[in-house]
């Protein structure tokens, strides 16, 4: 089974840039996406197909991917962007086949 | 605007069945494949099941395979998922949330619903 590994949380002063990892194996050779969930509220695509913002996302959110790692980054950090962020890649021989990482907290500090 | 509007939720006891609903607005519903995801309170996002846009085609994470079937009405714009033989382990949030293309296969959910509560207990 294929495991996205996200760190826990973390934190970021406004204004600063947030980084976001999710490991897997190879999954530089996988699309992946992202996703914020506030509080209360359902997840909503912010990247797609590694580095794609959907209409209405800002140019602050971007994305990367490479070897074994991909990053979600949040530029210029505001308080509204206090949120728990998850990756999700397909994979096939998984059991879910749709992959979701273990999800990160950012604060903002 | 893309809306996805879920009911259908409540308290079951275990071993209950439960149908779920997703109403779709704002698009052209045959067109798109639909699928369901799960999240426990205070735990990440499960994927559920999935199914192509004429629904000739399903899918199921193998812990819901054989107990939950997903089905859609394109005439109501509506997507369902039936639930039996639930177990604590179901209770959850359940989105449902659509694909990009008809087809599920290797993509992501560029529109969630709200959410619906299932809450399985005696």
């Known amino acids: 089974s294929y495991v996205l590994t996200q760190p826990p949380s973390v934190s970021v002063a406004p204004g600063q840039t947030a980084r976001i990892t999710c490991g897997g194996n190879?999954?530089?050779?996988?699309?992946v996406h992202w996703y914020q969930q506030k509080p209360g509220q359902a997840p909503v695509l912010v990247v797609y197909d590694d580095s794609d913002r959907p209409s209405g996302i800002p140019e602050r959110f971007s994305g990367s991917n490479s070897g074994n790692t991909a990053t979600l980054t949040i530029s210029r950090v505001e308080a509204g962007d206090e949120a728990d962020y998850y990756c999700q890649v397909w994979d096939s021989s998984s059991d879910h086949h749709y992959v979701f990482g273990t999800g990160t907290k950012v604060t903002v500090l | 605007e893309v809306q996805l509007v879920e009911s259908g939720g409540g308290l079951v006891q275990p071993g209950g069945s439960l149908r779920l609903s997703c109403a779709a607005s704002?698009?052209?519903?045959?067109?798109?494949?639909m699928h369901w995801v799960r999240q426990a309170p205070g735990k990440g996002l499960e994927y559920v099941s999935a199914?192509?846009?004429?629904?000739?085609?399903?899918y199921y994470a193998n812990s819901v395979k054989g107990r939950f079937t997903i089905s859609r009405d394109n005439s109501k714009n509506t997507l369902y998922l039936q639930m039996g033989s639930l177990r604590a382990e179901d209770m959850a949030v359940y989105y449902c949330?659509?694909?990009?293309?008809?087809?599920?296969?290797?993509?992501?959910?560029?529109?969630w619903g709200q959410g619906t509560l299932v809450t399985v207990s005696s």
């Open positions: 199914i192509s846009s004429n629904g000739g085609s399903t």
């Open positions: 190879n999954i530089g050779s996988k699309s």
């Open positions: 949330a659509r694909d990009p293309t008809g087809d599920y296969a290797d993509n992501y959910f560029d529109y």
């Open positions: 704002g698009f052209t519903f045959s067109s798109y494949a």
